[in-house]
C-alpha cells in the first residue's frame, strides 16, 4: 500500500536522528501544536476557521474575496429547498460547514436536464443530492459528527492556464502565514488516484512553490518524488502561478482578520476573479515541508524576531525577499 506523505513524515521524525532533523529545520507534531499553535493561537478564535460560513461571512466583511454564497440549508424540513436554490445556476458546490480533509464536499459542473453531473461525469438526482445534504445536516462529515449547516457556493472556474496540471478537479494553494507573514507555500494538484479532490492523503501531488515568484520548486505524490502530473503528463516545471502577488497579499490579510497567529490559508485561482480564500485551518498539516523539500523551523525563527506592527504589503516583501528558492525541477 502507498503511503501519505504526512506518514512519511511521521515516520521520518520516528526514526531520523534528531540532530538530521534540527539541521534540516524540519518541525514535527509536537513542536507544532506546543510551539506554535499552542502560543499564538487562542482556543476562543478556532470556530471563526473551523466554520466554513463564518469564516466565508468573516472574509466578506474584511474585503477578502471568496466564492459566491448561494445559499445555506440548516434544517431536514429545508432539504427539499435544495434544488429550487440551484435552480438558474449550471454549477455549485455544496459543502458541510464543519467539515474537515475535504469530505462531504459535493461538486457539480453543470446540470443536464433534471441531473447533476459531476467532473467525473456521474450524474446524480435530485433525490441523490437532497440526500446528500440530508447527511450533512445529521454531522456524518462534520467534526465530531456534530450537527451542521450545509453551505451551497458558486462553482470554481479555475484559471485556465493551469487546466494541464490537474485531473478533474481544482487545484488549491495552501500557504503557511505566521503572524501575518506567508512563509511557506505549496499548490495540490487533484489526480486520478485523488478522485478529482486536492487532497495528499487520497493521491494529490504537492508541489512546493517559491514564496518569491511562485513558480514550482519540487513536487512530490505519496513517497515519490513528481516531476510531471501522473494523469496528464505535464511536467510541473513550467508552473507558475498568476498573480501570486495578490495571492500573497489575501493570505497575509487572514492574520489580521482572524487573530489567529499561525494559520492555513487555502487558496484558489478563479479564471475570472482572480485568487479567492477557500477556507482556513488553524492546524495546518505539516506535509507542506516534504513538498518544499525544506522545514519550517529557519522561517519560523526569523520571523519571531521581527519588530510587530509591519503592513501586510511589508510583510508579504520580506518573504518575498528572505524565502526565495531556486528550483530542483528538471526544465
Not at 445555506?72 to 429547498?81: D, E, L, N, R
Not at 505566521?178 to 495528499?200: E, H, I
Not at 515568484?213 to 515519490?224: C, N, Y
Request: proline share 5%; charged share 20%; with cysteine.
Amino acid at each position: 500500500m502507498a503511503t501519505s506523505p504526512t506518514s512519511i513524515l511521521d515516520w521520518a521524525l520516528a526514526w531520523v536522528r534528531p540532530g538530521k532533523l534540527s539541521a534540516k529545520g524540519i518541525i514535527g507534531m509536537n513542536r507544532r501544536n506546543i510551539r506554535y499553535i499552542g502560543r499564538y493561537n487562542s482556543r476562543r478564535l478556532y470556530p471563526l476557521v473551523d466554520d466554513k460560513l463564518k469564516t466565508k461571512l468573516l472574509a466578506e466583511r474584511h474585503g477578502i474575496t471568496t466564492p459566491a454564497l448561494i445559499g445555506t440549508v440548516t434544517t431536514q424540513f429545508g432539504v427539499k429547498q435544495v434544488a429550487a436554490l440551484v435552480e438558474e445556476r449550471q454549477g455549485f458546490v455544496i459543502k458541510p460547514a464543519k467539515g474537515s480533509g475535504g469530505k462531504g464536499i459535493l461538486v457539480i459542473e453543470r446540470c443536464d436536464g433534471d441531473a447533476y453531473v459531476k467532473p467525473s461525469g456521474a450524474h446524480l438526482s435530485r433525490e441523490d443530492l437532497e440526500r446528500h445534504v440530508s447527511n450533512i445536516l445529521s454531522g456524518l462529515y462534520s467534526l465530531g459528527g456534530s450537527p451542521d449547516v450545509a453551505v451551497i457556493e458558486d462553482l470554481i472556474h479555475f484559471d485556465p492556464s493551469l487546466t494541464e496540471y490537474t485531473y478533474e478537479g481544482v487545484p488549491d494553494i495552501r500557504v503557511i502565514v505566521f503572524q501575518g507573514y506567508p512563509v511557506m507555500a505549496m499548490m495540490r494538484l487533484s489526480t486520478a488516484a485523488s478522485d478529482g479532490k486536492a487532497n495528499l492523503h487520497q493521491g494529490a501531488v504537492g508541489v512546493g512553490l517559491d514564496i518569491a515568484t511562485g513558480t514550482a520548486l519540487r513536487g512530490v505524490q505519496f513517497d515519490r518524488p513528481q516531476a510531471s502530473h501522473p494523469d496528464t503528463g505535464h511536467e510541473l516545471a513550467s508552473l507558475r502561478i498568476p498573480d501570486w502577488g495578490t495571492l500573497l497579499t489575501l493570505a497575509a490579510g487572514c492574520y489580521e482578520m482572524t487573530g489567529l497567529g499561525y494559520l492555513g490559508t487555502d487558496m484558489v485561482l478563479d479564471a475570472r476573479h482572480g485568487p479567492m480564500l477557500l477556507e482556513l485551518n488553524a492546524r495546518p498539516g505539516l506535509a507542506i515541508q516534504m513538498a518544499n523539500g525544506e522545514g519550517l523551523r529557519a522561517r519560523l525563527d526569523l520571523i519571531e524576531r521581527q519588530p510587530a506592527g509591519l503592513s501586510v504589503a511589508d510583510r508579504v516583501a520580506f518573504a518575498q525577499r528572505h524565502f526565495a528558492r531556486a528550483s530542483e525541477l528538471p526544465a
